[in-house]
Protein backbone atom coordinates (compact mmCIF):
# COMPACT_ATOMS: atom_id res chain seq x y z
CA UNK A 1 0.00 0.00 0.00
CA UNK A 2 1.43 3.61 -1.09
CA UNK A 3 0.78 6.48 1.47
CA UNK A 4 2.47 10.03 2.08
CA UNK A 5 2.19 11.53 4.94
CA UNK A 6 3.03 15.33 5.68
CA UNK A 7 4.80 16.30 8.78
CA UNK A 8 6.15 19.23 10.35
CA UNK A 9 6.23 20.88 14.19
CA UNK A 10 7.17 24.34 15.73
CA UNK A 11 5.26 26.93 12.99
CA UNK A 12 5.54 29.41 15.89
CA UNK A 13 3.18 31.65 14.07
CA UNK A 14 5.13 31.72 11.17
CA UNK A 15 3.08 32.88 8.14
CA UNK A 16 5.34 32.58 5.31
CA UNK A 17 7.53 29.38 6.75
CA UNK A 18 4.08 27.80 6.45
CA UNK A 19 3.09 28.86 3.08
CA UNK A 20 6.47 28.33 1.73
CA UNK A 21 6.18 24.64 3.10
CA UNK A 22 2.62 23.93 1.65
CA UNK A 23 3.41 25.12 -1.48
CA UNK A 24 6.05 23.10 -2.26
CA UNK A 25 4.13 19.74 -0.56
CA UNK A 26 1.16 21.08 -3.07
CA UNK A 27 3.48 20.76 -5.62
CA UNK A 28 3.61 18.18 -8.93
CA UNK A 29 7.76 17.62 -7.80
CA UNK A 30 6.68 17.04 -5.24
CA UNK A 31 3.71 14.75 -5.59
CA UNK A 32 6.14 12.86 -8.15
CA UNK A 33 8.94 12.59 -5.86
CA UNK A 34 7.19 11.39 -2.85
CA UNK A 35 3.68 10.60 -3.66
CA UNK A 36 -0.09 12.60 -2.70
CA UNK A 37 -0.54 13.31 0.01
CA UNK A 38 -2.66 11.38 2.64
CA UNK A 39 -2.89 12.89 5.78
CA UNK A 40 -0.94 15.82 7.19
CA UNK A 41 0.30 15.68 11.24
CA UNK A 42 0.98 18.87 12.52
CA UNK A 43 3.25 18.54 15.69
CA UNK A 44 2.61 20.96 18.17
CA UNK A 45 3.23 24.77 19.46
CA UNK A 46 1.43 26.23 16.13
CA UNK A 47 0.95 29.61 18.32
CA UNK A 48 3.59 32.17 19.88
CA UNK A 49 7.40 33.06 19.12
CA UNK A 50 6.43 34.48 15.86
CA UNK A 51 3.80 37.14 14.32
CA UNK A 52 1.19 35.49 12.68
CA UNK A 53 -1.44 33.51 14.78
CA UNK A 54 -4.36 34.46 12.94
CA UNK A 55 -2.77 33.87 9.50
CA UNK A 56 -1.50 30.49 10.51
CA UNK A 57 -4.37 28.72 12.01
CA UNK A 58 -7.10 30.26 9.29
CA UNK A 59 -4.32 28.38 6.56
CA UNK A 60 -4.16 25.50 8.73
CA UNK A 61 -7.83 25.93 8.75
CA UNK A 62 -7.68 24.64 5.18
CA UNK A 63 -5.45 21.89 5.13
CA UNK A 64 -6.65 18.60 4.19
CA UNK A 65 -7.02 15.87 6.29
CA UNK A 66 -4.89 17.36 8.89
CA UNK A 67 -4.21 16.32 11.96
CA UNK A 68 -2.42 18.35 15.19
CA UNK A 69 -1.44 17.75 18.39
CA UNK A 70 -0.66 20.41 21.45
CA UNK A 71 2.88 21.82 21.92
CA UNK A 72 3.38 23.51 25.36
CA UNK A 73 3.43 26.56 23.69
CA UNK A 74 -0.27 26.42 22.63
CA UNK A 75 -0.89 24.84 26.07
CA UNK A 76 0.46 28.48 27.12
CA UNK A 77 -1.73 30.64 24.92
CA UNK A 78 -4.91 28.71 25.55
CA UNK A 79 -4.54 28.64 29.37
CA UNK A 80 -2.47 31.91 30.20
CA UNK A 81 0.50 29.66 31.09
CA UNK A 82 3.77 31.50 31.96
CA UNK A 83 6.50 31.04 29.22
CA UNK A 84 9.46 32.83 28.52
CA UNK A 85 10.94 32.82 24.93
CA UNK A 86 8.09 35.49 23.31
CA UNK A 87 9.23 38.86 22.92
CA UNK A 88 6.83 41.78 23.47
CA UNK A 89 5.42 42.06 19.69
CA UNK A 90 4.85 38.16 20.02
CA UNK A 91 3.13 39.11 23.40
CA UNK A 92 1.29 41.88 21.88
CA UNK A 93 -0.04 40.07 18.75
CA UNK A 94 -1.21 36.92 20.29
CA UNK A 95 -2.78 38.89 23.30
CA UNK A 96 -4.94 40.82 20.54
CA UNK A 97 -5.61 37.44 18.67
CA UNK A 98 -7.18 35.63 21.87
CA UNK A 99 -9.41 38.46 22.25
CA UNK A 100 -11.21 37.51 19.11
CA UNK A 101 -11.75 33.82 20.56
CA UNK A 102 -11.28 32.84 16.66
CA UNK A 103 -8.51 30.02 17.68
CA UNK A 104 -11.17 28.49 19.68
CA UNK A 105 -12.49 26.23 16.70
CA UNK A 106 -8.56 25.27 15.42
CA UNK A 107 -8.12 23.81 19.05
CA UNK A 108 -11.33 22.43 20.22
CA UNK A 109 -10.66 18.63 20.78
CA UNK A 110 -6.81 18.70 20.35
CA UNK A 111 -5.11 16.22 22.54
CA UNK A 112 -1.64 15.41 23.11
CA UNK A 113 -0.59 13.02 21.15
CA UNK A 114 -1.60 11.23 18.02
CA UNK A 115 -1.86 7.59 17.66
CA UNK A 116 -1.92 6.17 13.53
CA UNK A 117 -2.46 2.51 14.12
CA UNK A 118 -2.46 1.29 10.28
CA UNK A 119 0.76 3.34 9.40
CA UNK A 120 2.20 2.60 12.84
CA UNK A 121 3.18 6.12 13.55
CA UNK A 122 2.97 7.86 17.32
CA UNK A 123 2.76 11.49 16.78
CA UNK A 124 3.87 14.00 19.75
CA UNK A 125 5.02 17.09 20.46
CA UNK A 126 7.70 16.43 22.94
CA UNK A 127 7.88 13.09 24.19
CA UNK A 128 5.38 10.22 24.51
CA UNK A 129 6.64 8.97 28.22
CA UNK A 130 3.26 8.60 30.78
CA UNK A 131 3.76 11.51 33.25
CA UNK A 132 2.67 8.87 36.18
CA UNK A 133 5.69 6.58 34.86
CA UNK A 134 8.35 8.83 35.67
CA UNK A 135 9.96 8.01 38.88
CA UNK A 136 9.13 9.82 41.83
CA UNK A 137 13.16 10.40 42.51
CA UNK A 138 13.02 12.50 38.88
CA UNK A 139 10.65 14.91 40.04
CA UNK A 140 12.32 17.38 41.87
CA UNK A 141 9.92 20.25 40.72
CA UNK A 142 6.90 20.60 42.06
CA UNK A 143 4.89 21.55 38.44
CA UNK A 144 3.02 19.23 37.02
CA UNK A 145 2.70 20.76 33.44
CA UNK A 146 6.68 20.73 32.97
CA UNK A 147 6.41 16.66 33.04
CA UNK A 148 3.58 16.49 30.62
CA UNK A 149 4.20 14.98 27.05
CA UNK A 150 4.08 18.33 25.52
CA UNK A 151 7.11 19.80 27.06
CA UNK A 152 9.41 16.36 27.15
CA UNK A 153 12.66 16.29 25.22
CA UNK A 154 15.28 13.84 24.61
CA UNK A 155 18.28 13.90 26.61
CA UNK A 156 21.63 14.28 25.56
CA UNK A 157 23.70 13.61 28.33
CA UNK A 158 23.12 10.00 28.19
CA UNK A 159 20.10 9.88 31.34
CA UNK A 160 17.22 10.98 31.85
CA UNK A 161 16.61 14.09 34.33
CA UNK A 162 14.27 16.68 34.89
CA UNK A 163 15.30 21.06 34.74
CA UNK A 164 12.95 23.58 34.40
CA UNK A 165 13.15 23.32 30.60
CA UNK A 166 11.10 20.12 30.73
CA UNK A 167 11.21 16.35 31.61
CA UNK A 168 14.53 15.28 29.27
CA UNK A 169 14.26 11.06 28.57
CA UNK A 170 16.08 8.32 27.20
CA UNK A 171 15.21 7.49 23.02
CA UNK A 172 14.86 4.03 24.77
CA UNK A 173 12.44 5.07 27.23
CA UNK A 174 10.33 6.12 24.27
CA UNK A 175 10.59 3.28 22.51
CA UNK A 176 9.38 1.10 25.28
CA UNK A 177 6.52 3.85 26.31
CA UNK A 178 5.35 3.03 22.55
CA UNK A 179 5.78 -0.64 22.57
CA UNK A 180 3.67 -0.91 25.13
CA UNK A 181 0.91 1.24 24.02
CA UNK A 182 1.42 -0.45 20.15
CA UNK A 183 2.03 -3.82 21.06
CA UNK A 184 5.04 -4.43 18.69
CA UNK A 185 8.03 -3.37 16.90
CA UNK A 186 7.94 -1.59 13.37
CA UNK A 187 6.80 1.38 14.51
CA UNK A 188 7.79 5.28 14.03
CA UNK A 189 7.89 7.93 17.26
CA UNK A 190 7.77 12.01 15.60
CA UNK A 191 7.98 14.57 17.45
CA UNK A 192 9.43 18.71 17.48
CA UNK A 193 9.87 20.87 20.38
CA UNK A 194 14.13 20.93 20.64
CA UNK A 195 13.94 22.77 16.72
CA UNK A 196 16.86 20.36 15.84
CA UNK A 197 16.53 17.16 14.03
CA UNK A 198 17.55 14.15 15.47
CA UNK A 199 17.24 10.68 14.92
CA UNK A 200 17.48 7.39 16.83
CA UNK A 201 16.67 3.68 16.03
CA UNK A 202 16.10 0.41 17.80
CA UNK A 203 16.66 -2.75 17.17
CA UNK A 204 17.13 -5.92 19.20
CA UNK A 205 16.80 -3.68 22.03
CA UNK A 206 20.01 -1.56 21.03
CA UNK A 207 19.44 2.25 20.21
CA UNK A 208 21.41 3.68 17.98
CA UNK A 209 21.87 7.93 17.10
CA UNK A 210 22.07 7.31 13.41
CA UNK A 211 21.54 11.36 12.18
CA UNK A 212 24.76 11.83 10.61
CA UNK A 213 25.29 8.59 9.15
CA UNK A 214 21.99 9.04 6.75
CA UNK A 215 22.46 9.40 3.05
CA UNK A 216 21.59 12.70 2.24
CA UNK A 217 21.46 14.93 -1.17
CA UNK A 218 20.26 18.14 -2.17
CA UNK A 219 16.86 17.97 -4.55
CA UNK A 220 14.77 21.03 -5.93
CA UNK A 221 10.73 20.57 -5.39
CA UNK A 222 9.22 23.95 -6.91
CA UNK A 223 12.19 26.25 -6.81
CA UNK A 224 13.91 25.21 -3.60
CA UNK A 225 16.61 23.39 -2.86
CA UNK A 226 15.41 20.76 -0.64
CA UNK A 227 18.14 19.34 1.73
CA UNK A 228 17.03 15.34 1.99
CA UNK A 229 18.06 12.68 4.58
CA UNK A 230 16.39 9.37 3.98
CA UNK A 231 15.66 6.88 6.91
CA UNK A 232 14.72 3.49 5.57
CA UNK A 233 12.41 2.21 7.58
CA UNK A 234 12.27 -1.62 8.70
CA UNK A 235 9.70 -3.81 10.33
CA UNK A 236 12.11 -5.32 12.77
CA UNK A 237 13.30 -1.80 14.04
CA UNK A 238 11.73 1.14 15.89
CA UNK A 239 12.41 4.69 15.23
CA UNK A 240 12.56 8.57 16.81
CA UNK A 241 12.67 10.81 14.46
CA UNK A 242 12.62 14.99 15.98
CA UNK A 243 11.87 17.49 13.44
CA UNK A 244 13.75 21.04 13.23
CA UNK A 245 11.44 23.68 13.68
CA UNK A 246 9.13 24.66 10.82
CA UNK A 247 8.48 28.76 11.20
CA UNK A 248 12.09 30.88 12.59
CA UNK A 249 10.32 34.03 12.53
CA UNK A 250 10.66 34.82 16.14
CA UNK A 251 14.32 33.29 15.77
CA UNK A 252 15.27 35.76 12.65
CA UNK A 253 17.26 37.84 15.18
CA UNK A 254 19.29 34.75 15.84
CA UNK A 255 20.18 34.17 12.19
CA UNK A 256 17.70 30.86 12.29
CA UNK A 257 15.64 31.25 8.62
CA UNK A 258 15.71 27.32 7.92
CA UNK A 259 12.50 25.65 7.64
CA UNK A 260 12.21 22.24 8.54
CA UNK A 261 10.01 19.28 7.80
CA UNK A 262 9.24 15.54 7.36
CA UNK A 263 7.52 12.85 4.91
CA UNK A 264 6.95 9.38 5.89
CA UNK A 265 6.11 7.49 2.41
CA UNK A 266 5.76 3.93 1.39
CA UNK A 267 6.45 3.35 -2.50
CA UNK A 268 6.21 -0.23 -3.53
CA UNK A 269 6.55 -1.60 -0.20
CA UNK A 270 9.88 0.60 0.55
CA UNK A 271 9.03 2.84 3.90
CA UNK A 272 11.09 5.99 4.04
CA UNK A 273 11.40 8.54 6.19
CA UNK A 274 12.41 11.92 5.05
CA UNK A 275 13.95 14.61 7.17
CA UNK A 276 13.48 18.00 5.03
CA UNK A 277 14.97 21.58 5.26
CA UNK A 278 14.63 24.44 3.01
CA UNK A 279 16.13 28.10 3.83
CA UNK A 280 13.56 30.94 3.58
CA UNK A 281 16.49 33.65 3.00
CA UNK A 282 14.97 36.43 4.93
CA UNK A 283 16.56 39.17 6.25
CA UNK A 284 17.33 39.20 10.24
CA UNK A 285 14.11 40.73 11.99
CA UNK A 286 15.59 43.46 13.18
CA UNK A 287 16.07 44.56 9.42
CA UNK A 288 12.13 44.24 8.37
CA UNK A 289 10.28 46.99 7.72
CA UNK A 290 6.39 46.31 8.29
CA UNK A 291 3.16 48.46 8.87
CA UNK A 292 2.60 47.79 12.05
CA UNK A 293 -1.91 47.21 11.21
CA UNK A 294 -0.08 43.69 9.42
CA UNK A 295 -0.19 42.01 12.55
CA UNK A 296 -3.59 42.82 13.43
CA UNK A 297 -5.60 42.86 10.34
CA UNK A 298 -6.82 39.63 11.55
Not at 79 to 101: E, K
Not at 111 to 134: F, Q, S
Not at 252 to 264: H, I
Request: with cysteine; aromatic share 12%.
Amino acid sequence: MNYCLLLFSDVHADIEALDALLSIAGSSDFAAHYGPISKTINLGDTLQRGYHPCEVVRRLKDVKNLVSVLGNHDESFLYHLSLLGNDRHSIRVHDSYFATDEYQGFFQGIGRTHVDMENKLYAVHGGPIDPAAIPAKEKTIDDEWIYSQTWQRISVIGESFIDYAGYNYLPSQAFDAVKSALGSDGFVIACGHNHKEAAFVQKNGEVEDVLNKLDSEEISLNGHKIKEKRLPINDDTNYLVRLGIAGPEGFLQYGWDTCYFGVLAEKDGAKTFYLLSFEMGRKKEEEIRRPQTQYYEC
